[in-house]
């Protein structure tokens, strides 16, 4: 019979995963470190984002497989960015390496970037036809496809792994990225700063369009993207939070998603896009023009309740609380984002604590 402590345990590694590399990077080779205490102090799965240069998940995912045993791992991809046999084959690729350890996610990036980029949109009608190519050659299928995404006479992967496919997550936001993510998808990721009252909406959002799609709603994982600053210096806690918060909230409908469906007051985008560092960017991305030390300063626009209920702040154990109340609401998995694996050894004690107090309630 399982004691408390494997109970919670077992628990923190299906529940809980962090980034690793957030945010800019200078040394990537710093990630692999991450990935490994993250694995030793008992977390389920590392996520990888994409940013050009020295962050290619790709390659990430390829070093972070070698450098542990257990862990998953999950690249993030913009789709328009690649060939669907391109990225098929590093998914591919990936699931034999690592030994089923992998899955993939898509996000569908700020389309102005994109535009920057001359990469096309992600719409969804494209990528619903991405998700059923890979899928389809992940099955051994030979693809004849045109369409959409262009013309591809005859897509096929020729020394195709055997094991299980990876499963595809999608990040979503607004009720239509929701609806398609339980319609095509294996998992979803919402956006950090959801409250526990956002993520219940999400969550009923995600399953109803699952179960009108024919599919099982409860076979659609939700995770959940939530910032995270335990135990830090004052600070480091305000760029960690406060600094990040930011960078999202002053995006124009990025903002608005998030506020909405937390129910809460639009009129404080306003003020935060009015602030001299801010209205200066013409639309320039926010965190490719400051460090989150910078947007500290700026974030005191945002009211307090907002960091409360949409991040986790505090001590360990008070984080620890907080994140339990998004589990209550419907998440299946959390991403902690913000501190390193590095800051979060007594944050994970008090997470396998609260996790093995629920098993036994």
Known sequence: MATPDEH????????????ILPGRVSDPRRGIDEAQE???????????SERYA??????????????????????????????????????????????????????????????MLGSPPITFPRLADYISIMRRLWAGETVKYEGILGNFPSLTLTDRYQGPPPPIIFT?????????????????????FFSPAGVAASTKIVRDAAEQAGRDPMSVRIHHNIIVAPDLPKDEEDAVVRGRAVTYFELPTFGELIV???GWDRTVLDKLRAHPMIAKLNGKPADQAYT??????????LPDHWMREGA??????ACADQLMAYLDAGADEILLHGASPFDMGPLTTELKRALALRAGA
């Open 54 to 115: 020295v962050k290619e998940p790709a390659v990430m995912s390829g070093a972070v497989s070698e450098a542990t045993s257990k862990i998953r791992i999950c690249g993030t991809y913009y789709a328009t960015m690649r060939h669907p046999i391109v990225t098929a084959s590093v998914a591919n690729l990936m699931q034999a390496m690592s030994r089923d350890r992998s899955s993939i996610m898509f996000a569908r990036a700020v389309p102005a970037y994109l535009a």
């Open 38 to 48: 993250a694995e030793r102090i008992g977390l389920g799965r590392v996520w990888i």
């Open 172 to 192: 979503a936001m607004g009720p239509k990225a929701l609806a398609f993510g339980g319609t095509h998808c294996d998992g979803v990721l919402l956006h950090p």
């Open 8 to 19: 919670g345990a077992k628990a923190l590694f299906d529940k809980f995963g962090t980034y």
């Open 312 to 317: 986790a702040m505090g001590t360990a154990a």
């Open 292 to 301: 989150r030390q910078e947007l500290v300063e700026v974030s005191r626009i």
């Open 260 to 262: 909405d469906i937390n």
